[in-house]
């Protein structure tokens, strides 16, 4: 029991980072493509 409350705000707050990460890269590919794509129109 005490294991599971110490060990799963862990694993939420290191998910939620990892979400945060993942969501910057695809904003900023997204970002480029359509720079990009703009530029060879």
């Known amino acids: 029991?005490?294991?599971?409350?110490?060990?799963t705000p862990n694993m939420t707050e290191t998910a939620g980072a990892n979400g945060?990460?993942?969501?910057a890269d695809?904003?900023?590919d997204g970002?480029?493509?359509?720079?990009e794509h703009d530029h060879v129109r």
């Open 1 to 7: 029991m005490t294991t599971d409350a110490l060990t």
């Open 20 to 23: 945060a990460l993942a969501l």
């Open 26 to 28: 695809e904003r900023r």
């Open 31 to 35: 970002a480029n493509a359509t720079r």
